[in-house]
């Protein structure tokens, strides 16, 4: 919808690489000339070393998942981390100094703690059903484990927590595909706790149903797939996308973005 917007000469297409063909996979953007790519799971860390530079926010993130394409080399980024501070400025929220709470130990948290922190959060606690994946994750980020906490994920009924947090993430996709979220007491959160889930799908997701039904300021995933996209836009073509193109494409309407 952008390329379209700016009368650009682009085509976006999918490509559908497998474990033992992603460095001949990645080996091709050079050899067809692309300008780049976005990469998804599970190929975000596969890629790395396959890639002529990494950037900074990628290596601390541990995942690439945009590779640009400058004059045959290939540089890998990763558009999470400033496309989700991107989504929360755009929802008018400012990370310095809050208390946050973030469900799931995986790639995006990852991504999700490393802007967290960039971005000034006070305190961190980092929930999951492993503890020991949690502490994994705390652990990349040792030079700040002074704003980091772990905990399992009965944290989320634990009403004297949760009255403490002003930002819920989940980066979880339990209930996404059917059934309920967890036992999740969002009602015990302040009334201004706002509640991200980078998961997104038709309608709200279960997580954020709940954030609904206690009448809290939510956030859909939507809004950091568009300022990624728009990052990586950027990053492809050197031009400043049409945002809101791109949000309309996606079924944001400019009012939701506010």
Not at 4 to 14: C, E, T
Not at 127 to 133: E, K, S
Not at 235 to 254: H, K, S
Request: hydrophobic share 50%.
């Amino acid at each position: 919808a952008a390329f379209r917007a700016l009368g650009l000469d682009y085509v976006y297409v999918p490509f559908r690489p497998t474990v033992r063909t992603i460095a001949d996979a990645v080996g091709a953007i050079r050899s067809l000339g692309l300008v780049g790519v976005n990469v998804t799971v599970p190929f975000k860390g596969d890629v790395m070393p396959h890639l002529d530079r990494v950037s900074d926010t990628a290596r601390a993130a541990g995942a690439v998942n945009t590779i640009v394409n400058r004059s045959g080399k290939l540089f890998g980024e990763n558009s999470d981390v400033p496309g989700f501070s991107a989504a929360m400025a755009a929802a008018g929220f400012r990370l310095r100094g809050k208390r946050v709470l973030v469900a799931g130990a995986g790639g995006a948290a990852r991504a999700v703690v490393h802007a967290l922190l960039e971005g000034g959060a006070g305190e961190i606690v980092i929930a999951n059903r492993t503890r020991a994946r949690a502490a994994e994750l705390a652990k990349a980020f040792a030079e700040s484990k002074a704003r980091l906490r772990i905990a399992g994920l009965d944290i989320l009924a634990d009403a004297a927590f949760l009255a403490t947090r002003q930002l819920i993430v989940n980066s979880t996709s339990v209930g996404l595909h059917g059934g309920e979220f967890l036992d999740y007491a969002a009602r015990a959160t302040p009334k201004g706790c706002v509640h991200f889930d980078l998961a997104y799908r038709e309608g709200l997701t279960p997580f954020l149903k709940l954030a609904r039904a206690a009448r809290r300021p939510l956030i859909d995933g939507r809004h950091m797939l568009l300022h990624q996209g728009a990052i990586a836009f950027r990053w492809f073509t050197g031009r400043r996308a049409p945002i809101d193109v791109m949000a309309r494409a996606i079924g944001i309407a400019t009012k939701d973005r506010a």
